[in-house]
């Protein structure tokens, strides 16, 4: 005990220039779990029906998509729900894909899409006509509304400790700005991940965005997202994009855009022309919060993945910008930051506050080097693992705090109210000119 203890003020020592706002001594790294990916050999014949790695996302308005895997190759792709326990009085058939990865297959994937659905209602649902029960609850029709932010995830104890934080705090959708498995290649690891985050992605909404540890490329053998695409079916297609590492959704009163650090983003690429598009239809008396994740930070005072963002945000930023964008989430770097309003590296009211939540709880540890002195667009700084809860409150005003791990009590650490950029002048004064930018071909 008393060797622990010098640990711990040996850490908290080599750790005080992170500038937080307090004396806190951060507590030692934990271990992966071992949660029995089950390693899946070609020829393999053991299989099984039942459905395991379920998780549900949006699938635009009133509709839910339940994704699941069966090592069972004829397991059928249906969904069975309805208002009570045991009952179905409702099914949807869906479709399913699989892919091999070098010595390993995947099971049978399964995506079906159920609704419509009623707005803030517990449904009772089961896959595939067997297996177990289990039970989601739909978002809200109108405010207020709760998000749940992690990013850079992973499989360590830190990992089961933001999960349970999360699973404490009432949200009704989690939103991840990429790096999920952190399976880099192992494709066990997919599967051990699906099953680790089963209990809460089955019962609430799970969207997300592609992050570096996604990308799992072999030159001419394999397309870098195809586990992370086969698994993961976001509603790119129900939001008219062409990918499924960028697309938006819309849930009560708020427009999130997902867009990907990892595909074309220049003026000239798909992802950019979507964007576009996509910004010029939002309404902002439906809905009045306009929120944006991707991975890599565009503003980042961590000397962890310093510049990596800037050539995104070189492309970007100017559309975001226009489009009076009130809040931007990213992960990759392993520590929490929270900036002011901010455009052009410089605080602007009519800007948008940028959160880095990289700190799920990933294998690789934290970041613990920032740069000082603290430049004067950062608002926020630590290197803990923990999690956000975004709550919009009402069409302007929203209240946001990050919630670090201290060993395993989720401790408040930063919060603050954010007032939407559609109830100041800044939407009506920069109407002209998103209307210009979004026109330009």
Same mark, same amino acid.
């Given at each position: 005990?008393?060797? #622990? ?8 020592? *080599? ?12 507590? *030692? ?7 029995? !990916? ?19 996302? $949006? ?18 792709? +249906? ?13 949807? /058939? ?20 159920? !609704? ?5 209602? =517990? +449904? ?38 933001? $999960? ?10 989690? #939103? ?12 066990? *690891? ?5 099953? $680790? ?18 990308? /799992? ?8 997202? =195809? ?18 590492? +960028? ?19 220049? /003026?000239?690429?798909?992802? +950019? ?5 996509? #910004? ?15 991975? =890599? ?29 009130? $809040? ?35 294998? /690789?540890? #934290? ?54 950029? =559609? ?19």
């Amino acid at each position: 005990m008393e060797l #622990l203890k010098l640990l711990r003020l040996v850490v908290a020592v *080599l750790l005080s220039s992170t500038a937080t706002p307090e004396a806190y001594v951060r507590p *030692l790294p934990r271990k992966n779990l071992d949660l029995g !990916g089950g390693f899946r050999w070609p020829w393999d014949s053991k299989t099984n029906s039942q459905p395991q790695q379920v998780h549900i996302s $949006l699938a635009g308005e009133k509709h839910m998509r339940v994704s699941w895997i069966t090592d069972d190759k004829n397991s059928p792709s +249906y969904v069975e729900y309805g208002k009570s326990p045991g009952i179905y009085d409702l099914v949807a /058939e869906g479709d399913f894909t699989s892919y091999s990865y070098m010595l390993y297959s995947s099971g049978k994937i399964h995506h079906t899409v159920i !609704g419509p659905l009623e707005y803030n209602t =517990v +449904y009772y649902y089961r896959c595939g006509g067997q297996g177990p029960e289990f039970k989601l609850k739909t978002p809200p029709a109108q405010f207020p509304i709760t998000f749940a932010v992690a990013g850079d995830l992973g499989q360590t104890g830190w990992t089961e400790s933001t $999960l349970d934080h999360i699973d404490q705090c009432k949200h009704h959708v989690y #939103l991840l700005p990429g790096d999920l498995s952190y399976a880099d290649y192992m494709q066990h *690891l997919w599967d051990s991940f699906g099953k $680790l985050v089963e209990p809460l992605a089955s019962s609430r909404p799970w969207m997300v965005t592609e992050g570096n540890h996604e990308e /799992e490329n072999i030159p001419l053998l394999k397309d870098g997202f =195809v586990s992370y695409n086969s698994r993961w079916k976001m509603p790119f297609e129900e939001s008219g994009s062409t990918s499924n590492l +960028y697309y938006s959704f819309e849930v009560a009163g708020v427009h999130i855009v997902m867009l990907g650090s990892y595909a074309d983003y220049d /003026e000239w690429s798909e992802q +950019y022309r979507w964007l576009k598009a996509d #910004l010029s239809k939002v309404d902002r008396k439906r809905t009045p919060w306009l929120v944006v994740l991707f991975h =890599v930070p565009w503003y980042n005072s961590n000397k962890a993945h310093q510049g990596e963002g800037d050539a995104m945000k070189a492309a970007m930023e100017s559309l975001l910008y226009a489009a009076s964008v009130d $809040l931007v989430i990213a992960g990759h770097v392993h520590a929490y930051e929270r900036s002011k309003r901010v455009y052009d590296g410089r605080p602007d009211p009519c800007g948008a506050v940028h959160i880095t939540i990289g700190d799920g709880g990933n294998r /690789e540890g #934290l970041a613990h080097r920032y740069i000082n002195p603290q430049p004067n667009w950062s608002e926020f700084r630590e290197a803990s693992f923990g999690h956000g809860e975004l709550t919009m409150v009402n069409s302007t005003h929203a209240y946001w705090s990050w919630h670090r791990n201290d060993d395993d009590e989720s401790v408040k650490a930063d919060d603050f109210w954010i007032t939407s950029l =559609v109830s100041s002048r800044c939407v009506d004064d920069k109407s002209h000119e998103l209307r210009s930018m979004l026109m330009t071909p």
